[in-house]
């Protein structure tokens, strides 16, 4: 992931899901010493949240340089000082980030196996890429419902030589082929919500309730954008004020433009909101989700918020 302009003090750092799995593994051992009783605990959760502000910070550029994701760029940028923020609060007595700590340490368990794992041969049998199975998969949903609205682009292989890409063909005879990719597939949306449900303390009846009501949801979600994307790419529907966009994006092909508008702005954008809803509904069903989100809270705004009385919450929360 690392590019060229990033500085030099970083390219003495693991590679990046490398680092990844040392900060999901160093969350886990914490937490089992905090569990534990033991006070070092703590010290190692603490120590870990000042790495993956490390990690994020090391994601920068490829955000910004190479995915040219100004959404995702931004965030990573918050995540330096907010990771920080966590360590320093934690280590300080603020008990409640444990839980935090818990569902970051699942979220890494639950998506790292997706971008790390290769393709294995086991007693003679074949096992593809886990990624490869997930992105093929909605690979596939996508086009059924491209193909209900009335489309017919030709799927190709990708560039990383999957069954995972649709080459349109332009009215002017140029062709432009959209891939589906790991990051399309929702995987790091869901792993977000399995590490809130599975961190939080409540009966497995309601955690499988919210976890089925999110991870539906962003599914279903994440295949009308892919389906979205492609079409408005595949036949250039938002070739808007394409110098601004391309300058904006330090671009040069110009039937790029229609992409980085459906997917980068707006998609993107449109993420962030649906998210937000999702979080809204999950909470409905798991109130104990409150702990994890108010410190959130505070960790932005560096401000104490009741959401239980905010969000008019059915139950209260049994975690606390």
Sequence with gaps: MFGSGVPAVLTLLPDTFTFAWLVAILFAVAWLLDSRGLAAGRSLAAGTWALFGLFWLTTVPYFAFEHQSYVESILALVGVPACMYAGYLLYNGRASLFTLTRAIAIMLFIYLPFETIPAFTLAGVAFPEPRRILIEVVAT????????????????????????????????????????????????????????????????????????????????????????????????????????????????????????????????????????????????????????????????????????????????????
Excluded at 260 to 271: E, F, K, P, T, W
Excluded at 294 to 318: C, F, I, N
Aim: aromatic share 8%; glycine share 8%; net charge negative.
């Design 141 to 320: 949903q996508t086009g059924m419902l491209i193909d209900l609205l009335g489309y017919a682009p030709e799927r190709v292989a990708s560039s990383e030589g999957y069954d995972a890409a649709y080459l349109w063909t332009l009215d002017d005879g140029h062709t432009y082929r959209i891939d589906i990719v790991l990051a399309c597939t929702g995987l790091g949306s869901m792993a977000i919500f399995g590490g809130l449900v599975a961190a939080v303390e409540a009966p497995l009846r309601r955690k499988l309730r919210g976890l089925a009501v999110s991870v539906t949801l962003i599914y279903v979600l994440n295949i009308l954008r892919t389906t979205f994307i492609s079409v408005a790419s595949g036949n250039q529907y938002m070739h808007w004020y394409p110098d601004l966009v391309l300058l904006m994006f330090g671009a040069s092909d110009p039937y790029r433009v229609s992409f980085l508008i459906s997917d980068r702005i707006m998609s993107q954008l449109l993420a962030v909101v649906a998210l937000i809803g999702i979080t809204f509904l999950v909470v409905r069903e798991l109130p104990e989700l409150v702990v994890i989100l108010e410190d959130v809270l505070y960790l932005l705004t560096g401000e104490e918020h009741d959401l239980t009385e905010a969000l008019d919450l059915p139950r209260e929360p049994t975690n606390r």
